[in-house]
């Protein structure tokens, strides 16, 4: 038992060095902004945006699995977590981009620039 | 497969009996249910944004020009360290979160009490520094002018943006503000701005070195376009008013819906923060009085940690759209 306890808490220890690490690495490129990065466009985004999302993803992952111990609880539990919000948001998300993206071609060429 | 039915013969009705459907208690499935759902509200919030983002995707503030201030270090140009430092205490606040969850299994109240401490005295802070945040983000740093169809422009020397106080030269004042000692007793108007229009256009007329920048990004740039000075004073014959600072109507760092969403999100956030910590009070003196050692567990520490957890979760996300993307 002792032992279980001690390797719990180095799990916690390990886990807030991974998620510091993710922050300094996503403030620093936030701050640098690497033009290799930065200046291109990937579906719909530069490079640098997509890097900041997955990295963020991976914090989520960490902080839901071992900090809220979902990765502790039975599979079906875990589904009925889970699964709602990751078949939802990115769908809902997508849809709503999506439609961004079109009333600003439909819109934009009628923002006057010149006076 | 058995059905979960709530038996009333073992067990307390009101918790839902004896069973633990997906070997969860009452509690903490609930406290996960709730979690859902509010991860499915914020995330229409942060999906609102993003639509309004790509609505205006090439005039979009830039957030490196927006937060750049950074607590005793005045006129530094400090893009995102102060934030980055906020979500350090919330990720921290977190990891001391989990320690009490820890020390809860453990049955060790002492340990229990002083991360549950920590933990709140994480989140008052990181409140507070969203206060701060707040207050810099009303105040404004550099002003700058509204046009009539709503647009702003701001200064810049050099390639750098300038504050108006930096080469507007001012007039003593005609307008008096409207407060309740001058006016009618029972209303009062808003401030005027620092200077006026005027002073503004014939200051920018003076100093052939302050160049304009308008809202729009150019794409080969990723930058706002800085303007030529003919340009410039085209531009400014159509200014309506001076920004200083932004509000839910107008903002002076660009698109008036950045402001509106900014306050709205993070002081939705702000709000669960501060729920967070008043709920981490309520467990933290029951902890104190012994509730949990005479109840013989501290699951109520591990659902309010859930909540705690969830909260620097969304923090997480917020920083990602707000500050990084």
């Known amino acids: 038992m002792g032992n279980d306890a001690a390797a719990h808490k180095a799990l916690i220890w390990k886990v807030f060095g991974i998620l510091s690490v993710i922050t300094i690495v996503e403030v620093g490129l936030g701050i640098v902004k690497p033009e290799v990065l930065f200046m291109n466009n990937f579906v719909g985004t530069s490079l640098l945006n997509w890097i900041f999302l997955i990295l963020t993803l991976v914090k989520a992952y960490y902080i839901v699995w071992y900090f809220m111990h979902l990765g502790d609880e039975k599979k079906s539990f875990k589904?009925?977590?889970?699964?709602?919000l990751i078949i939802l948001i990115p769908y809902l998300a997508a849809l709503l981009i999506i439609e961004g993206g079109y009333v600003y071609e439909t819109l934009a060429p009628y923002i006057n620039w010149n006076y | 497969m058995e059905a979960n039915?709530?038996?009333?013969?073992?067990?307390?009705?009101?918790?839902?009996?004896?069973?633990?459907?997906?070997?969860?208690?009452?509690?903490?499935?609930?406290?996960?249910?709730?979690?859902?759902?509010d991860a499915l509200t914020f995330s229409g919030f942060l999906a609102a944004y993003g639509l309004t983002r790509f609505k205006f995707?090439?005039?979009?503030?830039?957030?490196?020009?927006?937060?750049?201030?950074?607590?005793f270090m005045h006129g530094a140009h400090a893009p995102m360290y102060y934030v980055a430092l906020m979500t350090f205490i919330l990720i921290f606040?977190?990891?001391?979160?989990?320690?009490?969850?820890?020390?809860?299994?453990?049955?060790?109240?002492?340990k229990v009490t002083f991360y549950m401490f920590l933990t709140i005295i994480g989140g008052v802070i990181f409140v507070g520094s969203q206060a701060w945040e707040w207050k810099n983000f009303i105040n404004g740093s550099y002003g700058a002018v509204q046009l009539k169809d709503g647009k702003i422009v701001q200064f810049t020397e050099n390639g750098h943006q300038i504050a108006l106080a930096d080469f507007v030269q001012a007039h003593p004042k005609e307008a008096v503000d409207h407060t309740r000692n001058n006016g009618l007793w029972f209303e009062e108007g808003d401030a005027n701005p620092s200077f006026t229009v005027e002073e503004v256009v014939a200051s920018f007329k003076a100093n052939p070195n302050v160049n304009l920048r308008i809202e729009k990004i150019d794409p080969a740039t990723k930058k706002k376009i800085i303007v030529s000075?003919?340009?410039?004073?085209?531009?400014?014959?159509?200014?309506?008013?001076?920004?200083?600072?932004?509000?839910?109507?107008?903002?002076?760092?660009?698109?008036?819906?950045?402001?509106?969403?900014?306050?709205?999100?993070?002081?939705?956030?702000g709000f669960h923060v501060f729920s967070g910590i008043v709920l981490n009070?309520?467990?933290?003196?029951?902890?104190?009085?012994?509730?949990?050692?005479?109840?013989?567990?501290?699951?109520?520490?591990?659902?309010?940690?859930l909540y705690w957890h969830f909260v620097d979760l969304v923090w997480v996300f917020v920083f990602t759209f707000f500050y990084l993307v």
């Open chain 2, 5 to 37: 039915i709530a038996d009333k013969t073992k067990g307390n009705a009101w918790d839902g009996g004896s069973e633990r459907p997906m070997g969860a208690s009452y509690g903490k499935m609930m406290m996960w249910f709730f979690i859902v759902s």
């Open chain 2, 93 to 110: 606040s977190s990891v001391t979160m989990v320690l009490a969850v820890d020390a809860g299994h453990n049955m060790n109240k002492k």
């Open chain 2, 229 to 269: 000075r003919e340009e410039g004073l085209k531009f400014l014959a159509q200014s309506a008013r001076v920004v200083e600072g932004a509000n839910l109507e107008v903002n002076e760092y660009g698109s008036s819906q950045f402001a509106d969403f900014f306050f709205f999100i993070t002081g939705f956030h």
């Open chain 2, 281 to 305: 009070i309520i467990i933290f003196f029951n902890v104190i009085i012994g509730t949990y050692e005479r109840r013989g567990h501290y699951e109520m520490v591990e659902k309010v940690g």
């Open chain 1, 79 to 84: 589904y009925s977590i889970v699964l709602p």
């Open chain 2, 57 to 71: 995707i090439d005039v979009w503030p830039i957030a490196d020009e927006v937060f750049t201030h950074f607590p």
